[in-house]
């Protein structure tokens, strides 16, 4: 029986959602390349963060996951440079492998504005498992020294996130919710931490609605969160940051969560891009240049009634759902489907037992929302290990 070669590149929420579905048809084979060997769920962070989770719970081991599959799956560890369209190859340092369908899923990265002076230099992304890892050990720390502190001299440490965004917000309100909880819990005498957050446009959550922002900029205050809106990083030191409109804060350390920018592959990748260097991709989700060749995820950008869908985990699996119905159609030689896709939805956690809403149009806030949050995220990750379990049970058995 001859089979499907299908490449996936990108064990993400686009990547693994594609592989889920199409491994149901036992005529494709599929690789999936990934260059971690573990699926991370970014949409956890701000847990890991504040220490509620550790990194067990944030990630998915990839071998055992994809091995959880009727043998039609296989996990290959490797980072893709380059693909050759022309001969359907995709180009890892250590070989070429063929497909006859490829996904590209390998999501976006944290963009550090060259024009920020130290910015790269002095800030932390959270998109990457290590950055975040570092980011939440220095948070520890940082709790640790104010006890360490207490009774000789209290100064306060300095966290400033910079951006605010869906990821600013949350890990803003997160690290103020839960240091707020652990000073008062144990007693600590020395609790001061401020948590300043950076925002250039003049509300938080610039581009959400009304409900969700206002809700949102209230509860941050509530934490004593600093919100300085309407201003922009424009200097970073090593223990300063310097506004646009002149003021310079003190800094103990700090998080960018300002902005995403096509990776690395994208950018070698010969397909069309747009002016911001996203893979173009048609309404079925093909690239504009290779029918064979789909874009999902947050390394493309699609549109609904001429508006752009915010790139999220929700539309990276919707895409990834209609790309696995639209490669069965072309194999069986079916119309594809033209993409409907929108947002279902939007959950903001914004500390324990607080979160943001809005789904299917309606808004939602507090400790219904929250339990909504955490719901959806035990879904998904459940999900995810159990596939993880049956593939570990395989592999040990053997
Ligand atoms: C802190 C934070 C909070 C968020 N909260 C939410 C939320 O609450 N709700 C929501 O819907 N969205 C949220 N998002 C956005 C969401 O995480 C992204 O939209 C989603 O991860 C996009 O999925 P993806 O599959 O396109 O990319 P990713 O999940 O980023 O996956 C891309 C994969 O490709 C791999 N890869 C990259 N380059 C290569 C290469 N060259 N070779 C091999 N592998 C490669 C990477 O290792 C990665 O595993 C949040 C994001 C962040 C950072």
Same mark, same amino acid.
């Given at each position: ?16 959602? !594609?592989?889920? +579905? ?9 690789? *999936?390349?990934?260059? =971690? %060997? ?34 039609? #799956?296989?996990?290959? $560890? ?9 001969? $359907? ?12 369908? *490829?996904?590209? /899923? ?9 024009? #920020? ?38 100064? %306060? ?18 690290? /103020?919710?839960?240091? $707020?909880?652990?000073?008062? +819990? ?12 950076? =925002?250039? /446009? ?13 809700? !949102? ?9 600093? @919100? ?73 950008? @699609? ?5 752009? #869908? %915010? ?13 696995? +119905? ?20 939007? *959950? @903001? /956690? ?33 999900? *995810?290990? =159990? ?6 049970? $395989?592999?040990?058995?053997?």
């Amino acid at each position: 029986m001859d089979k499907n070669k299908i490449i996936v590149i990108g064990g993400g929420y686009a990547g693994l959602r !594609t592989v889920e +579905k199409l491994a149901k048809n036992p005529k494709n084979e599929i690789l *999936l390349f990934d260059k =971690n %060997p573990y699926h991370f769920m970014q949409t956890d962070v701000y847990d890991l963060i504040a220490n509620e989770e550790d990194f067990a719970q944030v990630t998915v081991d990839l071998f055992t996951f994809c091995s959880g599959f009727d043998s039609n #799956v296989t996990f290959l $560890k490797q980072e893709v440079s380059n693909v050759d369209f022309k001969n $359907k190859k995709i180009i890892t340092c250590i070989q070429r492998y063929t497909y006859d369908y *490829l996904v590209i /899923a390998v999501g976006a990265r944290t963009k550090f504005m060259a024009n #920020v002076i130290g910015l790269r230099e002095y800030a932390h992304g959270i998109k990457a498992l290590h950055r975040a890892m570092y980011f939440k050990q220095k948070f520890e720390m940082s709790l640790f020294h104010k006890v360490d502190e207490g009774g000789v001299s209290c100064t %306060p440490i300095n966290i400033v996130v910079a951006g605010a965004g869906l990821s600013g917000v949350e890990v803003a309100a997160q690290m /103020a919710s839960f240091s $707020k909880e652990f000073y008062k +819990k144990n007693n600590f005498i020395c609790r001061k931490l401020n948590i300043v957050l950076i =925002n250039s /446009a003049k509300n938080v959550l610039g581009g959400f609605e009304e409900q969700l922002y206002s809700k !949102t900029d209230k509860r941050l205050r509530d934490l004593d969160v600093i @919100i300085k809106n309407d201003r922009k990083v424009v200097e970073v030191t090593h223990n300063s940051v310097k506004l646009s409109n002149g003021e310079v804060l003190d800094m103990d350390f700090m998080i960018f969560t300002g902005g995403i920018e096509p990776n690395g592959l994208v950018q070698n990748l010969a397909l069309d891009k747009n002016e911001k260097g996203y893979i173009v991709s048609n309404s079925y989700l093909q690239s504009q240049n290779y029918g064979e060749v789909f874009a999902i995820g947050d390394c493309t950008t @699609i549109y609904n009634n001429g508006k752009v #869908v %915010p790139p999220t985990a929700d539309t990276a699996e919707q895409m990834a759902e209609l790309c696995a +119905k639209n490669i069965n159609n072309l194999i069986s030689n079916k119309p594809l489907i033209e993409h409907s896709i929108n947002s279902r939805g939007v *959950l @903001i /956690a914004l500390g324990r037992g607080y979160a943001v809403a809005r789904i299917f149009g309606f808004y939602m806030h507090g400790y219904s929302a929250y339990i909504m949050k955490k719901l959806i995220e035990r879904v998904y990750a459940k999900k *995810l290990s =159990n596939r993880s379990k049956k593939g570990c049970k $395989k592999i040990f058995s053997n």
